[in-house]
């Protein structure tokens, strides 16, 4: 299901988003648990893969995409579901990329989305 959006692909300008900051070796004494508020990037070609490391209880946001970061500079296209290829309704807003919940979710652990 995710070999589309890893295999090949490129860190983006920034890493994530969310509370969960560990990088590198992990230690699972330590870590602290993923949820839904963390959210990780990879690029490829001209799409960001957007993965929420838990389930969003509602609409996820994308902070990342809020005009004062500056990180996305051309308009999107589209939203997709990674797994299923559901398009999914978003929009900009002050916060940033606000996503509507899929109808179908193909995991029971994350949440990803193609963006371009």
């Known amino acids: ?9 490129r860190p983006w300008k ?4 969310g509370p969960a900051t560990e990088s590198g070796l992990f230690s699972e004494r330590k ?16 799409n960001l893969y957007v993965f929420f490391l838990g389930l969003p209880e509602s609409d996820p946001v994308v902070r990342s995409f809020a005009e004062s970061e500056g990180l996305w500079g051309r308009p999107i296209q589209r ?9 999914v309704r978003w929009s900009l807003t002050r916060e940033g990329l606000r996503i509507s919940r899929p109808n179908h979710n193909p995991s029971k652990l994350t949440l990803g989305f193609e963006v371009s």
């Open 31 to 46: 870590m602290t648990p993923y949820t839904a508020a963390d959210v990780r990037f990879v690029s490829k070609n001209d």
């Open 79 to 87: 939203v997709r579901v990674i797994g299923s290829g559901e398009e």
């Open 1 to 9: 299901m995710n070999a589309e959006p890893l295999y090949g692909s």
């Open 14 to 17: 920034k890493f994530g988003d």
